[in-house]
């Protein structure tokens, strides 16, 4: 599994080559992803002033085009330095309340000052939010330095790389590919290759028909079964060709074949099944003798249907016959290079 995950990840020297290049990434994305943004937003917010002193000139319009004696034509007019009558106070309220800006039951319509001051905490709050989303949660004020060695950075850094949460500190200090391997790369692939392994923990009936693990049973049943059919396709193939040749072989030198089709045929498919047969009980392999493959091929002798050991029993067959098919299938093939190359 640990050779595998090698392999997928292109070797220490992919690795290597990744994580250096991330380390020059980090000061750019400083810059670009934190600094410059907390600078735009401390603009932003010296312009707060202004914004709430533009947010009361337009309250004043809107008032006014309501009526002309409203607005600024009634400043230093009414009692308690109101802007509109009295009975329109409780409407204008609720209107600057809709607007977000909260103002209470006892503000004055043309009390400028809390108007100003509520709509700038607004708009601190609103640009506060709007920083908070685009540095996901980081503090400001934080150097370079800082910025690395931040717990957020950090996991976003390990995850773009693919490292553990108990992979050491990442930092932009120079770092060699023998300390990269020991420090990084070897803890890495052991974590993967522990997380890997995880899998084959899980009790074998789960991975059977309406079990939590049925879909991926399934899968592994294709990924098992299929090549050892191709190969029983193959082999039996082979083995009637084999039969054919001998035949043709047979009737060259002697004169003598069959005469009837049914009856070669069914000559053919007795001889391949007494091979399969043999095969079964003769053959032994490293992979045969194992434990687990002698569990599999007794365990349809014992209160299995008769389908079931037909199945078994073939399969057994085709899988020790392999042994011998594929050295037989490496002389044709040398042999055939051979035979092209000259031509």
Same mark, same amino acid.
């Given at each position: 599994?640990?050779?595998v995950?090698?392999?997928q990840?292109?070797?220490l020297?992919?690795?290597?080559?990744r994580?250096?290049?991330?380390?020059?990434?980090?000061?750019f994305?400083?810059?670009?992803?934190?600094?410059?943004?907390?600078?735009?937003y401390?603009? +932003?917010?010296?312009?707060?002033?202004?914004?709430a002193?533009?947010?009361?000139e337009k309250?004043?319009?809107?008032?006014?085009?309501?009526?002309?004696?409203w607005g600024?034509?009634?400043?230093?007019?009414?009692?308690?330095g109101?802007l509109?009558?009295? @009975?329109?106070?409780?409407?204008?309220r609720?209107?600057?309340?809709?607007?977000?800006?909260?103002?209470?039951?006892?503000?004055?319509t043309?009390?400028?000052?809390?108007?100003?001051?509520?709509?700038?905490?607004?708009r601190?709050a609103?640009?506060?939010?709007?920083?908070?989303t685009?540095?996901?949660?980081?503090?400001?004020?934080?150097?370079?330095?800082?910025?690395?060695?931040?717990?957020?950075?950090?996991?976003?850094?390990?995850? @773009?790389?693919?490292?553990?949460?108990?992979?050491?500190?990442?930092?932009?200090?120079?770092i060699?590919?023998? =300390?990269f391997?020991?420090?990084?790369?070897?803890?890495?692939?052991?974590s993967?290759?522990?997380? %890997?392994?995880?899998?084959?923990?899980h009790?074998?009936?789960t991975?059977?028909? *309406?079990?939590?693990r049925e879909?991926? *049973?399934?899968r592994a049943?294709e990924?098992?079964?299929?090549?050892?059919f191709?190969?029983?396709?193959?082999?039996?193939?082979?083995?009637?060709?084999?039969?054919?040749?001998?035949?043709l072989i047979?009737?060259?030198?002697?004169?003598? +074949?069959? +005469?009837? *089709?049914?009856? /070669?045929?069914?000559?053919?498919?007795?001889?391949?099944i007494?091979?399969?047969?043999?095969a079964?009980?003769?053959?032994?392999?490293p992979?045969?003798?194992?434990?687990t493959?002698?569990?599999w091929?007794?365990?349809s /002798?014992a209160?299995?249907?008769? %389908?079931?050991?037909?199945?078994t029993?073939?399969?057994?067959?085709m899988?020790?016959?392999?042994?011998?098919?594929?050295?037989? @299938?490496?002389? @044709?093939?040398?042999?055939? =290079?051979?035979?092209?190359k000259?031509i």
């Open positions: 599994i640990k050779g995950i090698d392999q990840i292109g070797g020297d992919s690795a290597y080559e994580h250096t290049e991330s380390q020059k990434g980090i000061p994305q400083y810059k670009l992803s934190y600094e410059m943004r907390v600078q735009t401390e603009k +932003r917010l010296e312009g707060t002033r202004i914004y002193n533009k947010a009361w309250y004043l319009d809107k008032l006014e085009s309501k009526n002309r004696e600024r034509a009634a400043i230093g007019k009414r009692r308690g109101e509109v009558p009295a @009975f329109v106070s409780p409407r204008v609720n209107e600057v309340r809709a607007q977000g800006i909260p103002v209470t039951d006892s503000w004055s043309g009390d400028k000052g809390t108007f100003v001051y509520l709509v700038g905490e607004q601190k609103y640009l506060r939010k709007g920083l908070n685009e540095l996901d949660g980081l503090p400001l004020g934080l150097t370079q330095e800082q910025y690395i060695r931040h717990p957020q950075v950090q996991k976003k850094w390990r995850e @773009f790389l693919q490292y553990p949460e108990t992979s050491a500190a990442l930092s932009v200090a120079p060699t590919r023998e =300390e391997s020991k420090k990084y790369y070897e803890p890495m692939l052991a993967r290759t522990n997380e %890997s392994l995880k899998t084959y923990n009790r074998a009936d991975y059977g028909p *309406g079990q939590a879909e991926e *049973g399934k049943y990924a098992t079964i299929a090549p050892i191709g190969l029983t396709l193959s082999l039996i193939g082979a083995l009637v060709h084999l039969g054919k040749t001998g035949l047979l009737q060259a030198s002697t004169g003598w +074949r069959f +005469r009837n *089709g049914l009856v /070669k045929g069914a000559s053919l498919f007795t001889g391949v007494l091979i399969s047969v043999i079964a009980a003769t053959i032994r392999t992979l045969t003798s194992h434990p493959y002698q569990a091929t007794q365990a /002798k209160g299995a249907t008769t %389908s079931e050991r037909l199945l029993t073939s399969l057994d067959a899988i020790k016959m392999q042994s011998l098919a594929y050295p037989v @299938f490496n002389v @044709f093939h040398i042999g055939l =290079e051979a035979v092209t000259k």
